[in-house]
């Protein structure tokens, strides 16, 4: 039974940074997608950041690139995204996401809603301006 836990979510000003972490528990393979996904109020839900847990392969949405940065640390079993250059639209609900199936390790990780399966309970990010 996978599980996924995260933490980091807080309130911050524009223009600021906040670290997100997803503790992930039980077997979640060794080569597969994880990633964060948001949610604001009213909004759908859409992919922020996933990585191939295999290899470490990285893929972001535009609206975040070069502002945000994923990782893993296989040994804890832990995601991670550097939020830099927060900006009041990043405030939302922050999911971390997992799909169970195996992935070559050096595939891009395009993750949709309807295909996750494990969602964290989320974690709630404010910038504030």
């Known amino acids: 039974q996978v599980q996924l836990v995260e933490s980091g979510g807080g309130s911050v000003q524009a223009g600021g940074s906040l670290r997100l972490s997803c503790a992930a528990s039980?077997?979640?393979?060794?080569?597969?997608?994880m990633g964060w996904f948001r949610q604001a109020p009213g909004k759908e839900r859409e992919g922020v950041a996933a990585?191939?847990?295999?290899?470490?392969?990285?893929s972001y949405a535009d609206s975040v690139r070069g502002r945000f940065t994923i990782s893993r640390d296989p040994a804890a079993n832990t995601v991670a995204l550097l939020m830099g250059r927060l900006k009041p639209e990043d405030s939302a609900m922050y999911y971390c996401?997992?799909?169970?199936?195996?992935?070559?390790?050096?595939?891009?990780?395009?993750?949709?809603?309807?295909?996750?399966?494990?969602w964290g309970h989320g974690t709630q990010v404010t910038v504030s301006s």
């Open positions: 996401a997992t799909y169970l199936r195996k992935v070559p390790p050096w595939s891009q990780c395009l993750m949709s809603t309807d295909r996750v399966d494990v």
């Open positions: 039980g077997n979640t393979g060794s080569s597969n997608c």
């Open positions: 990585i191939n847990t295999g290899a470490g392969v990285t």
